[in-house]
């Protein structure tokens, strides 16, 4: 009886804790154009224990970032976005996740209207992921 009197206390305070997670304050992106280099750098700071999933992730959404061919914006070639590192998980599978801070570098064509890029993450802690998310970037020429 002790035992499952435990077990529901445990359950009860991890429940309470995951409720308490903020996944929308998680995070701050910023951005930045090298007119110059043409080049749009891509500024990611996430909080303590959260991770997204690394470009070469195979199971969950991996990062990814979309220039919108408006404007006369582009993509003139992939992204360079850091691989993570190799993360073990709880069900004996492993992943690839970025944590901390990191930045992403995309070389452009920059337009001569207003465009946007979409930043593609999936946003985790170790004991719970949010929705995979969009965050929409704007592009000033």
Not at 37 to 45: D, P, S
Request: net charge positive.
């Amino acid at each position: 009886m002790i035992k499952y009197i435990i077990l529901f206390f445990i359950f009860s305070c991890t429940k309470q804790n995951l409720n308490n997670i903020d996944f929308d304050k998680s995070f701050l992106i910023t951005n930045i154009i090298n007119k110059k280099n043409n080049l749009l750098t891509i500024n990611i700071k996430l909080k303590d224990n959260f991770y997204v999933y690394g470009p070469k992730e195979k199971v969950a959404k991996p990062i990814k970032l979309d220039v919108l061919a408006e404007g006369g914006w582009g993509a003139l070639k992939e992204a360079v976005i850091p691989q993570g590192r190799l993360k073990y998980l709880s069900n004996k599978r492993s992943s690839m996740i970025l944590e901390g801070q990191f930045s992403i570098e995309q070389p452009i064509t920059i337009g001569t209207k207003r465009g946007e890029a979409v930043l593609h993450f999936h946003l985790c802690t170790k004991n719970l992921c949010d929705m995979p998310r969009t965050y929409a970037i704007k592009l000033e020429p």
